[in-house]
């Protein structure tokens, strides 16, 4: 059964920090989710991996299939980037494995 | 591209009355959907796999007799919280997968979620 690790829990940093949020996993998988999840509840979905890195704007995500890790980072951190980062990993015909999510406060 | 909708988006309800949660991919046809709850201050667990025109998987732990999924077309899945109660009191996900072909093929993209409240 895969474990998904989030670090750290809970995220406090001033506006215009670079902030990073790691995800581990224990087995492999075939991609990985970040999704975000403002207070109120409705989820975005931020990125899909399967290898590397992919940016949007000021995320950027990363994965290390070898080691099972990925990490999110946001540069020039906004208060409005204040939300629950969540890493989710499998896919193909399996449903998802979720971490308990990051919850990060940027404070302006 | 690649957009899944939820309907309703919050709901509250009396105990005992059933409640139908829609989701829906926008352009793509999701040859699999799957469901997931939040309870507060969790992670999302999944609830079942959903294949159109098949009965849903339910994972352990889940009661399919009362949380009915129905996958009538490859754009739409319906949960049914049957006779709630205040302990169904939850957040709602469903997501959806692409086929095999085309630009996101065998990705899953998420709805936005679904509150739900019984009194």
């Known amino acids: 059964k895969n474990e998904v690790e989030q670090s750290p829990q809970n995220l406090t940093a001033q506006e215009g920090e670079f902030i990073t949020i790691n995800c581990s996993y224990s087995?492999?998988?075939?991609?990985l989710h970040w999704l975000q999840q403002h207070p109120g509840g409705g989820i975005v979905s931020l990125f899909m991996?399967?290898?590397g890195k992919k940016k949007h704007g000021r995320l950027i995500a990363t994965i290390n299939i070898q080691e099972k890790h990925s990490s999110l980072h946001i540069t020039a951190s906004h208060p409005r980037d204040s939300a629950v980062y969540i890493c989710?990993?499998?896919?193909?015909?399996?449903?998802?494995?979720f971490g308990k999510g990051t919850h990060l406060i940027i404070q302006p | 591209g690649a957009v899944v909708s939820q309907h309703p988006s919050r709901v509250i309800c009396k105990s005992g009355t059933s409640v139908k949660i829609e989701c829906r991919s926008l352009?793509?046809?999701?040859?699999?959907m799957f469901w997931y709850r939040q309870f507060p201050k969790k992670s999302l667990m999944l609830m079942a796999t959903s294949n159109e025109g098949s009965k849903a998987t339910y994972e352990q732990g889940v009661e399919k007799d009362k949380f009915l999924i129905n996958h009538a077309s490859l754009t739409l899945s319906t949960l049914t919280v049957t006779s709630a109660h205040p302990e169904d009191s939850s957040f709602y996900i469903c997501?959806?997968?692409?086929?095999?072909?085309?630009?996101?093929?065998?990705?899953?993209?998420f709805g936005p979620g679904t509150r739900l409240t019984v009194l």
């Open positions: 087995v492999g998988i075939s991609a």
């Open positions: 989710g990993t499998g896919g193909g015909a399996d449903g998802l494995t």
């Open positions: 997501s959806a997968r692409v086929g095999l072909a085309g630009v996101y093929k065998n990705e899953q993209f």
């Open positions: 352009d793509f046809q999701a040859t699999t």
């Open positions: 991996l399967s290898s």
